[in-house]
């Protein structure tokens, strides 16, 4: 029971069933049984950071950045607390270094990415997408980041072609849908998307983005009410890009 290895499986199990609060509990176990883990403590920070607390990431973070400083994956993990904060600057700063240690971890550039999209530099997130899907153009991540750059740019055809080759993001395909005027497709792919958003909340999803999505539907479709109020869900599941969001 004092292994913090085991907590911290049990914490990854939490996280692919996104039981993001138990995640938590098993993560806090992990680092007390091993303090000075960078691995422990980059996990809890960022399992903090998932349900927007931030100021209890922080500190995590940054001992683990002091442990490992050649580890991309803490660096690029303060980068995204300083997002977060909206220090800008600093987060930047942060989540390029994290991109500079390990070009091909798909983290790194998940967040970069959605960071300068944010900021409403929409090239320089189409650049950073292309750099990575040069260095993994088999992976289905890489298409993804591609897409939702392209999507943001408002280039509709190619960030189709992307998230068709990514798996497939139905809300944002159906989004896609909607702008190019096909909308009773879009009115399909919403009502499937919501359906199964609302299926995963029932089974205890505690993502925010989860919640994002829903509102993201019911605004596209015009119901400011509802979108009002899963705009809220988002927020109180730990959502706290407002620059993203309100782009």
């Excluded at 138990?22 to 960078?38: I, L, P």
């Excluded at 100021?55 to 001992?63: S, T, V, Y």
């Excluded at 408002?154 to 702008?179: D, F, H, M, T």
């Excluded at 596209?220 to 730990?238: F, H, M, P, R, Y």
Aim: aromatic share 16%.
């Amino acid at each position: 029971p004092e292994l913090p290895e085991g907590y911290k499986a049990l914490a990854a199990v939490y996280y692919r069933k996104r039981w993001l609060r138990k995640c938590v509990e098993a993560g806090e176990k992990a680092v007390k049984a091993n303090h000075n883990s960078a691995l422990a403590l980059t996990s809890l920070g960022f399992y903090y950071g998932e349900i927007g607390e931030f100021e209890k990431a922080f500190p995590l973070i940054k001992k683990a950045v002091i442990l490992s400083p050649a580890w991309a994956w803490p660096c690029s993990q303060m980068g995204y607390i300083y997002y977060g904060l909206d220090d800008l600057t600093r987060a930047e700063e942060w989540l390029k270094k994290g991109v500079e240690l390990q070009p091909t971890l798909d983290y790194a550039t998940n967040v970069l990415s959605h960071f300068y999209l944010a900021c409403g530099e929409f090239q320089k997130a189409v650049q950073q997408t292309q750099k990575f899907l040069s260095l993994s153009p088999n992976a289905l991540l890489a298409f993804w980041y591609a897409a939702r750059a392209e999507l943001f740019s408002g280039n509709y055809e190619k960030a189709q072609e992307y998230y068709q080759k990514s798996g497939g993001r139905p809300v944002e395909l159906g989004y896609i849908c909607w702008k190019t005027g096909k909308k009773d497709e879009a009115r399909k792919i919403f009502k499937e998307s919501l359906d199964r958003l609302q299926k995963q909340i029932e089974q205890g999803d505690e993502y925010y983005d989860t919640r994002y999505y829903m509102a993201s539907i019911y605004a596209i479709q015009g119901n400011k009410e509802e979108a009002l109020k899963w705009l809220q869900k988002t927020v109180d599941a730990g959502g706290r890009y407002y620059r993203y969001i309100l782009r």
